[in-house]
């Protein structure tokens, strides 16, 4: 009825007016807010379908890179010029272009030929075998290394045969030069089936009165003595190199210097499977 509900609103007014004016505002703000949360209206979202992706005609960046066209132009040598050396004609020299050769392939892997020196996969001259991706990707692009057919690698073996026996020849030339000296020095000819016939090198040096040197005689020394010695002898190469010193008493004396006068037997390798064996005399300066 009207009065029940007159005596609730006198009520809340009675409680309203107890209260402070701070506890008055915030309940002021909760009701303004429970007002507007009840009157807003919301308008249902509409579904908006996503849109088709378009197809371009783009593919692979280029037609001429796509991974089957590189397996083909690896496999027939298509695309890719090969340098074989030219034979000279009339004094002249240079390279001719083989374009067309078909590389040499093994395990799935090409062989190339190195022109420039690559960490960790090989120096300068160097013919080896390495994967198409390596080659197209690094080493042909950055000009390190080009495709190398059978047939130059034929003719490369040649010719590096061709070297070592011509390298071996003037080494068994050196050791015979050699040895013809240390027969001079002996008198005549080798009696025995020793090597050792006689001195075939002297070296002087400053000594003291009981022939201790004033300064050491080391392998380097005793190789350019030799090539100063024997001026027509093969002496280049890494293969040439003392491989024996000992003393009178058969000491082994390679890795110290010649610290006294007297005769050391010497072995120098000239080559494969040449090597001489000879006396080398150190003497005082007068």
Not at 5 to 25: A, C, D, P, Q, Y
Not at 52 to 77: D, E, F
Not at 179 to 196: A, K, N, P, R, W
């Amino acid at each position: 009825s009207w009065r029940g509900s007159w005596h609730k609103i006198s009520t809340v007014i009675k409680i309203v007016g107890e209260m402070n004016f701070t506890t008055r505002l915030v309940l002021l703000a909760v009701f303004a807010c429970s007002t507007t949360a009840s009157s807003s209206t919301y308008s249902k979202a509409s579904f908006v379908p996503p849109a088709a992706p378009s197809i371009t005609k783009a593919g692979w960046p280029s037609a001429a890179n796509h991974p089957s066209r590189v397996q083909q132009q690896i496999a027939t040598g298509y695309g890719t010029e090969l340098f074989g050396k030219k034979k000279n004609v009339g004094g002249s020299s240079g390279t001719v272009k083989t374009a067309g050769v078909p590389p040499v392939t093994k395990n799935g892997k090409i062989q190339i030929k190195m022109l420039t020196s690559v960490p960790n996969i090989g120096q300068a001259g160097d013919i080896i075998f390495v994967s198409s991706a390596v080659f197209q990707n690094q080493l042909q692009r950055q000009k390190k290394a080009r495709l190398i057919s059978a047939e130059e690698v034929a003719n490369l073996e040649a010719e590096k045969q061709k070297e070592e026996a011509e390298a071996t020849q003037k080494a068994v030339d050196t050791k015979k030069m050699m040895e013809e000296v240390m027969f001079e020095s002996l008198g005549e000819e080798c009696s025995t089936d020793q090597d050792i016939c006689g001195v075939a090198l002297t070296m002087k040096r400053k000594a003291g009165p009981e022939g201790n040197l004033f300064g050491g005689i080391n392998p380097k020394m005793i190789m350019e003595e030799l090539a100063n010695t024997f001026p027509d002898g093969s002496w280049e190469g890494k293969q040439v190199k003392l491989t024996g010193l000992k003393d009178s008493d058969g000491k082994d004396v390679k890795k110290k210097d010649i610290k006294h006068t007297g005769e050391y037997t010497c072995v120098v390798k000239l080559g494969n499977d040449v090597d001489v064996t000879f006396i080398l005399s150190v003497v005082a300066e007068e």
